[in-house]
């Protein structure tokens, strides 16, 4: 008998014939004597629908409600398949995030979940009941919060930690999780295994198949993850035998450096602002950060050229960075506000860039990877406007049109793709 928590993601809660498989999948892991949680996401679009009511309502519309709205997805497909799973004679009930509860903190629309109450929980699936929890949402101060896109991943790892499960298998739409994305490159290798550290990385870098803070979490309470998928028959070999991707500790690869590049990832949710003629003194970067942090905008890469001095006029440079494509209106609109004080001539915007990154811990003890991918995108005539780089991470900017093809060239160079035996 194992404890395990199992999440589904939103195609494979997408109608009630998938959410019928979903709870015949469910009544296996139960019938076979585990004590089961299940976590579930909305119906594959519904929240994309339900954001968008709110961005028609008011684009500067107030996170709290925005939660409100878009949690209800999760609460209709919990409901469902509880009572899907009740028509199949397994006991069942939904646990909202409010009932649990889980508490986050008041990050309304990205919040993080801080603790959740598990004694009832605990009880009732002692008492061979299914728990099923609609995953993304949470609550604070008697309000209902929402965990940012893709967080029901997080609330399964959440919950695998809170009830010390033995597994926390994240069922999806692929078998596992791949060198890169297998809907863009069809010669990507399933990995059997990845490190939490590479598979923080990929997903940080937009490889969506694992939300960042759940990989966080997971590396953090020491979670046992598996991706595997859920559009299997009813022979598919049971979650125990680890058909999927198990992401694991360092000490569990062998030779862990001796692949250069684990994977590549895209993400076109990024928007790159450039402030033109900022002062250049010191503190001028300050005025253009701290209204942004104090607005709980993520800034990603950030450049600054080189100072020009224009005729008698003092010393300025442009600043150039990236943040969430979801936040564009909002930092215009703060970085508006503190026009004054940060003393730019002029914003410049532009939404039609994408990050490519190339992860892997073999990136430590190897040189050249990021000479390698700055040579075959040049070579493709493909022009870099910005860069970063982590210990085992090079990401760069690009235009958005060229992302396919600047994620299979560098596939082939860092031959990450499968042989024809193993394709
Ligand atoms: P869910 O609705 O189950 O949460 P997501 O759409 O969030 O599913 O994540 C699964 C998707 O992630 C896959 O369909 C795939 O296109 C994408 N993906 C991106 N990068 C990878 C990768 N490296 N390995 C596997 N899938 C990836
Ligand atoms: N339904 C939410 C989303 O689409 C959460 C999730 O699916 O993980 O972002
Ligand atoms: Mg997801």
């Not at 004694?119 to 929890?133: D, F, N, Q, Y």
């Not at 008697?142 to 809170?162: E, F, H, N, Q, W």
């Not at 999927?244 to 076109?268: F, N, P, R």
Request: proline fraction near 3%; include cysteine.
């Amino acid at each position: 008998m194992a404890r395990i928590v199992m999440k589904f993601g939103g195609t494979s809660m997408a109608g009630i014939e998938r959410i019928r498989n979903v709870a015949a999948r469910v009544k296996r892991e139960w019938e076979a004597g585990n004590q089961v949680a299940v976590v579930v996401s909305a119906m594959a679009g519904e929240t994309d629908r339900l954001v968008n009511f709110c961005r028609e309502a008011s684009s500067l519309y107030d996170p709290r409600e925005y939660d409100v709205v878009v949690a209800a997805g999760e609460q209709i497909t919990s409901g469902l398949l509880a009572i899907t799973l009740q028509a199949l004679g397994v006991p069942a009930r939904s646990w909202l995030g409010w009932q649990l509860p889980i508490h986050t903190d008041d990050a309304f629309a990205k919040a993080r979940i801080g603790d959740i109450e598990t004694g009832p929980l605990l009880a009732s699936m002692e008492a061979r009941e299914v728990a099923v929890i609609p995953g993304f949402q949470g609550m604070h101060e008697g309000r209902i919060t929402t965990l940012g896109r893709g967080g029901s991943d997080t609330s399964a790892v959440a919950v695998a930690a809170a009830v010390k499960a033995d597994r926390c298998d994240i069922y999806t739409d692929v078998d596992g999780v791949y060198t890169t994305d297998p809907r863009i490159v069809p010669r990507a290798r399933k990995l059997k295994k990845v490190t939490y550290e590479e598979m923080l990385e990929l997903a940080s870098v937009g490889a969506k198949v694992l939300q960042t803070r759940s990989v966080g979490l997971a590396m953090k309470e020491q979670v046992r993850v598996q991706v595997l998928s859920s559009f299997t028959g009813e022979n598919a070999p049971m979650a125990d035998t680890l058909p999927g991707t198990m992401i694991v500790g360092e000490e569990e690869i062998q030779d862990v450096e001796s692949q250069l590049i684990t994977g590549i990832a895209h993400d076109k949710n990024e928007a790159k602002i450039t402030l033109t003629s900022v002062p250049d003194k010191p503190g001028a970067v300050a005025t253009i950060f701290d209204p942004l942090a104090a607005a709980n905008i993520n800034v990603d890469m950030i450049i600054q050229n080189i100072a020009h001095q224009s005729a008698g006029s003092a010393s300025a440079t442009d600043v150039t960075f990236t943040v969430p494509a979801a936040d564009l209106a909002r930092s215009i609109e703060t970085l508006t506000q503190a026009k004054a004080s940060i003393g730019f001539a002029e914003l410049i915007q532009d939404t039609r860039v994408a990050k490519i990154s190339v992860v892997g811990v073999g990136m430590r003890s190897h040189a050249g990877v990021a000479a390698a991918m700055f040579k075959t995108l040049g070579e493709r005539g493909i022009n870099i406007q910005a860069i970063t780089t982590s210990e085992i991470k090079v990401s760069v900017l690009i235009n958005e049109d060229e992302t396919e093809l600047a994620v299979r060239i560098l596939h082939t160079a860092y031959g990450l793709d499968a042989t024809d035996e193993a394709a």
